[in-house]
C-alpha cells in the first residue's frame, strides 16, 4: 500500500514522471507520463502515457509486466520510483485529463525560473497529451531523490 | 513527428544536453526489472558516443553491468522535442579529460541548483549509441 505521506506527494506535489519497461530481450524503454491516480485503497497506480511514446508499451507490458514509474517534483528533486506488475490498460477518461492539466499547471509554473521570457504555451506543452492510461499493482517504492538516501526501498519496509 | 538519425548523435542535439534540464534514464537488471532515474547530465563524447556521469544511482550502475542496454530521454523545452537514445555501456573512466570535464559541468548544475555537496562524480561512464530518435511535442497524424 502506498503510504499516506506519499500519496499526498504524488497529488499535490509531483510534476513529472517517466514510465520504463522492457521487452522479452531485456533492452528497456522509457515512456513519457504525462499524469498519474491512485487508486482508492491505495494499491495500484495508474499512469497516462504520453501519446509519442506509446511504442513498445503494451506488447512489452503483455509480455512480462514490468513496470517501474519515476515521479519527481521539478525543481525540488524529491523524486520515488514505483515497481510493480502490469494490471490492464484503457482508453483515457474525462477525469484523466482533469488530472492531467493540474499537473500541467504545476510543471509550467515550476519551469518558469528557467525560462522566464518563454511564452505560457510552450511551457504547458511539455506535459504531453496523453494517449493511454496503463494500471499497475505497486509492490515496491523507492526513494530516489538524489542524496546519500538515493535508492533505499520504503515499500515494503525491511520488517514486512 | 519523428525523426531517426541512424546510429549518430546529430550536431542539433548538442545545446540540447547542455540546456540544464534533467534527463531521465531506463536501464533493466539481468533479471529483467526495469529501473527508471533522473540524471543530471549527458555528456556528447562524438558523435557515436555518449558519457554518463555515475554519481550515485546504484541500481543503474549495477544494471548497466549486468545488461548494457540503455535509454536516455533529453528534452529541449523551447524547442518542443524529446530526444530518445537507446545506447550500449562500453567502459567506465574515473579520470582523463572526459571526466574531467563532466566534473566541472556537474559542480556548475550542482551550484546553479542548490545541490552543491551533494551532486559528486564518481566515473564517466561511456556509451556507444546505437540510435537516435527526435520526438516533437506535436502529436503525431496518426494520433
New interface residues.
Given amino acids: 500500500m502506498i503510504p499516506g505521506r506519499l500519496v499526498t506527494f504524488l497529488e499535490q506535489h509531483a510534476n513529472i514522471a517517466?514510465?520504463?519497461?522492457?521487452n522479452r530481450d531485456?533492452?528497456?524503454?522509457?515512456h513519457?507520463v504525462s499524469g498519474w491516480r491512485i487508486s482508492a485503497d491505495r494499491r495500484t497506480v495508474t499512469a497516462l502515457i504520453s501519446?509519442?511514446?506509446t511504442d513498445r508499451l503494451v506488447e512489452s507490458l503483455e509480455d512480462?509486466g514490468?513496470?517501474?514509474?519515476?515521479v519527481?517534483e521539478?525543481?525540488s528533486?524529491e523524486?520515488y520510483?514505483l515497481?510493480g506488475r502490469y494490471l490492464r490498460h484503457r482508453p483515457l477518461e474525462s477525469e484523466d485529463l482533469e488530472v492531467i492539466e493540474r499537473i500541467r499547471g504545476r510543471f509550467a509554473k515550476s519551469?518558469r525560473p528557467?525560462?522566464p521570457d518563454?511564452p505560457d504555451d510552450?511551457?504547458r506543452?511539455?506535459t504531453?497529451?496523453p494517449?493511454l492510461a496503463v494500471e499497475f499493482e505497486v509492490r515496491e517504492i523507492?526513494l530516489?531523490t538524489?542524496?546519500?538516501g538515493?535508492?533505499a526501498r520504503l515499500v515494503p519496509t525491511a520488517d514486512g | 513527428m519523428a525523426e531517426k538519425f541512424l546510429t549518430r548523435l546529430p550536431a542539433e542535439i548538442r545545446p540540447v544536453l547542455d540546456n540544464g534540464v534533467p534527463a531521465v534514464m531506463v536501464t533493466c537488471s539481468a533479471d529483467g526489472i526495469p529501473n527508471v532515474t533522473i540524471i543530471s547530465q549527458v555528456h556528447y563524447v562524438d558523435d557515436t558516443h555518449a558519457a554518463l556521469s555515475f554519481q550515485f544511482f546504484s541500481k543503474t550502475i549495477r544494471n548497466v553491468r549486468e545488461n548494457p542496454k540503455a535509454y536516455v530521454m533529453v528534452s529541449d523545452v523551447i524547442g518542443q522535442a524529446n530526444w530518445v537514445l537507446e545506447l550500449e555501456f562500453q567502459r567506465s573512466e574515473t579520470d582523463g579529460p572526459i571526466f574531467d570535464a563532466m566534473d566541472m559541468q556537474i559542480e556548475a548544475i550542482a551550484s546553479a541548483t542548490g545541490m552543491s555537496g551533494i551532486f559528486k562524480l564518481r566515473a564517466a561512464d561511456i556509451y556507444r549509441v546505437l540510435s537516435v530518435e527526435k520526438l516533437s511535442h506535436v502529436a503525431r497524424a496518426e494520433a
Fill in positions: 517517466m514510465a520504463g519497461t522492457r531485456l533492452v528497456p524503454y522509457g513519457r501519446e509519442q511514446f512480462n514490468e513496470l517501474a514509474l519515476t519527481e521539478y525543481p528533486h523524486t520510483q515497481k519551469l528557467l525560462y518563454a510552450i511551457l506543452a511539455f504531453l497529451t494517449r523507492y530516489q538524489p542524496g546519500p538515493a535508492g
